[in-house]
């Protein structure tokens, strides 16, 4: 062999050497001494991150065994993709906190170890004051795959300055009328807009392609982006219709809420009204305007509640997985459960109070926790989810993009948006 | 002459006798290390570092990718089975690819008609000997110095339906589109943002070569009567039509490889009229987890831009009237 192709042969077979070496999937064995843990959060809230470091910290104490334990932060927009794409890399997490949209995937894939076991022989955990319906999503085959640290409602934060400033009723007079409707809420906000020149309703993380949070609208007309088996598709049904004709409507002809391509932001003071999450209400600690958070109007159907679901798991295939899942026994203990109950709804029935809950949401009143965080737990359907729920995403967002000019036929966009995901849903 | 010379210092220097008493010699007698063998190790250690970088970082990932083609991997399950052509199959039957190569394709071909137009008519203004010319020089240039994603991020406020675009528009009493919501407009928008972004590049491109076109020849043509026009027609494009085979092949294959905008600006929508290929790749790979089907994306796009380069190197005969 000449001299080029024996250097060639050496840097092809070091190179082969290295690959094999980094083997994609294959999880390194445990090292020697205390095992640090890493968890990926998609918050980088230092309030968040303080509360979890203590409990971390805590857990060391009595655990000489753990080394450091890593809250890594990944941005909310890519954090699926970036989870993946560190598990296809060879550097999976040892837990992860998992969206309710790709908990069927994750649930389903045998990626998650179940936790069954370690929660319940956990001291003190207290396993069955998880409730049923917090638990639902996150189980598979009867085991429990990841646990439910946030179970979020959505409501809608009002700032009831701009309504007076458009000479509208406060919600509380609203809803003592028996007026807290879309209908009448719409003509609210098309108001705001005409008289003051700010924006109406705003749908936040909406902006015209994150679909699934309009799950907060159309169930209040009996909507379901697809039946309960996840096997034929909703949005054609006349209730999807008569759902998106009215947000259509709402839109671009009333201008109760912000078209496409503006960017209102209710927390600066740019809108009357949007629907989010309660765990937005700290974005609202130094508000320069009166603000109110009330459930989400009425729709034909009545009354009704979204919630948002987040899991927090442990992969099986982490060298420290028996460790990872009992830091996760510890992190969701009843003490701590309630103290992360500051910033996440907890699962536990014990803990689902007015008085629990005020004492970590000095921003909310009781009566506000009531209906909007109790009840809404209590009676919420979870946004849309579904295994290959990134696919169908992609595909819905794509289909419903004629949706959002001036003029569409919402029938026909609708018909044709289960036209391209019926095949997926795999009816 | 001189070739000979050398072949005869060479074979000379070959047979000479080791410059140190340490050389190891083979069983002959013959020392191991000649100047020629020394010579050639230098040369290879030299080569090294671009080889196993080659390798390593071009070599092996195409390599790869051919392989995970023919795999279909699960990464929450772990799995990586071997599917045989059964990606390719998909390849094929894929209903949205052929709206996916027609977005890859218009955007392509906008960029590179926008891009090496204004670029060319830029250089020519600027070629002038007027005063301002290194300002506008700098202003031009300056985008593409700026960070690809802090540059379309500011675009996508310009660009929105209350952005500083319409703003502008508005004052001239214009109601503009809501360019990134509109089919035609975002595809438009997307073109722009990057054309504006790298123009300065093949315009600093053009400009060099433009500057090495002899001024005679412009004088001569003058004196034959040859109008501006004539001019650029006759001398100028055919002298700089290397540099222009060169600014071609690089922004057809950069058009091929746009992601950042397209993430930033559109996510591919509406609908999938800005979905080009890499992005399309993407989502198939990072975001559906279809890793396998993703390999078979790059490579398609591998061939498609092995395949124009091709064609342009081979048109050169054709066009290239001045190729050193």
């Not at chain 1, 085991?143 to 406060?170: C, E, I, R």
């Not at chain 2, 109601?175 to 919501?181: E, I, K, M, S, V």
Request: with cysteine; charged share 15%; proline share 6%.
């Amino acid at each position: 062999m000449k001299p080029f192709g024996k250097l060639a042969a050496l840097a092809l077979a070091t190179l082969l050497t290295a690959t094999a070496c980094g083997g994609a999937n294959e999880a390194a064995p445990a090292k020697q001494g205390p095992q640090p843990l890493r968890m990926t959060i998609w918050t980088s809230n230092e309030a968040h991150l303080k509360l979890f470091n203590e409990i971390a910290a805590e857990y060391r104490k009595t655990h000489p065994n753990v080394g450091e334990i890593t809250f890594d932060p990944i941005p909310f927009e890519n954090y699926t993709t970036t989870l993946t794409t560190q598990i296809a890399g060879g550097n999976p997490p040892d837990l992860a906190w998992i969206l309710e949209s790709s908990a069927p995937d994750f649930v389903s894939s045998g990626a998650l170890l179940p936790l069954d076991d370690t929660l319940r022989k956990a001291q003190g955990y207290e396993f069955d004051d998880l409730t049923p319906s917090a638990t639902k999503l996150w189980q598979a085959e009867g085991k429990l795959y990841a646990y439910p640290f946030s179970t979020s409602p959505f409501g809608v934060f009002v700032n009831t300055d701009l309504l007076k400033k458009a000479g509208q009723k406060t919600p509380d007079e609203m809803i003592k009328d028996g007026r807290w409707t879309w209908e009448e809420v719409a003509a609210q906000n098309a108001a705001v807009a005409a008289k003051t020149g700010k924006a109406g309703m705003v749908v936040r993380d909406f902006d015209y392609k994150n679909w699934d949070n309009l799950a907060s609208v159309w169930s209040g007309w009996g909507a379901r982006a697809w039946s309960e088996d996840g096997r034929t598709c909703g949005f054609d049904s006349p209730e999807m219709v008569e759902a998106m004709t009215f947000l259509h409507k709402s839109i671009f002809t009333d201008k109760a809420f912000p078209g496409p391509g503006t960017t209102p932001d209710f927390f600066a003071g740019d809108s009357a009204m949007t629907i989010t999450q309660i765990s937005r209400a700290s974005l609202l600690t130094d508000a320069t305007f009166g603000w109110d958070l009330v459930p989400l109007p009425a729709g034909p159907k009545g009354e009704y509640s979204v919630i948002g679901q987040a899991g927090l798991g442990v992969f099986a295939k982490s060298p420290n997985a028996a460790v990872a899942a009992d830091f996760l026994a510890f992190f969701t203990d009843p003490a701590n459960s309630a103290k992360l109950a500051a910033y996440f709804p907890p699962p536990r029935a014990s803990q689902l109070t007015t008085e629990t809950l005020a004492k970590s949401n000095p921003l909310l009143k009781p009566d506000q926790l009531e209906k909007v965080v109790i009840d809404g737990i209590r009676k919420g359907v979870v946004k849309p989810n579904h295994t290959g729920q990134a696919e169908l995403s992609q595909t819905v967002r794509a289909a419903l993009d004629p949706l959002w000019q001036p003029g569409a036929d919402a029938k026909a966009v609708l018909a044709g948006v289960c036209a391209k995901i019926q095949p997926m849903l795999g009816a | 002459m001189a070739q000979t010379h050398l072949k005869l210092t060479v074979a000379d220097r070959a047979d000479a006798p080791p410059a140190t008493g340490g050389a190891r010699s083979d069983g002959g007698g013959r020392p191991f290390w000649t100047v020629r063998r020394r010579d050639n190790l230098v040369g290879y250690l030299f080569v090294a570092p671009q080889l196993i970088g080659s390798a390593l970082f071009v070599l092996l990932p195409l390599g790869l990718v051919g392989w995970y083609s023919l795999h279909e991997w699960n990464v929450l399950a772990g799995t990586f089975e071997f599917v045989g052509g059964e990606n390719y199959d998909k390849l094929l039957a894929d209903a949205n690819l052929r709206e996916v190569l027609a977005g890859t394709a218009l955007f392509s071909v906008g960029l590179v008609v926008f891009n090496l137009s204004l670029a060319l008519v830029l250089a020519v203004l600027l070629n002038q000997r007027l005063r301002g010319t290194a300002f506008f020089r700098t202003l031009f240039f300056s985008p593409v110095v700026v960070s690809l994603v802090a540059w379309t991020i500011v675009w996508q406020f310009l660009l929105q339906a209350d952005g500083g675009i319409n703003g502008l528009l508005g004052v001239a009493g214009i109601d503009g589109p809501n360019w990134l919501r509109g089919e035609g407009t975002a595809m438009l928008s997307v073109i722009i943002v990057q054309v504006l972004k790298n123009v300065g590049l093949n315009m600093v491109l053009f400009l060099a070569a433009l500057q090495g076109v002899p001024a005679q020849l412009y004088e001569a043509a003058e004196l034959d009567g040859a109008g501006a026009w004539t001019r650029f027609r006759r001398i100028t494009v055919p002298l700089i039509s290397p540099t222009i085979l060169l600014t071609s092949i690089i922004t057809v294959v950069g058009s091929l490889q746009v992601f950042a905008q397209i993430a930033v600006l559109t996510q591919g929508g509406p609908g999938m009229s800005t979905t080009v290929l890499i992005y399309y790749l993407y989502q198939q790979a990072f975001q559906f987890h279809h890793f396998g089907y993703g390999a078979t994306l790059s490579a398609l796009l591998f061939v498609i831009v092995a395949l124009l380069t091709v064609v342009q190197w081979r048109m050169r005969r054709k066009w290239v009237f001045h190729e050193a």
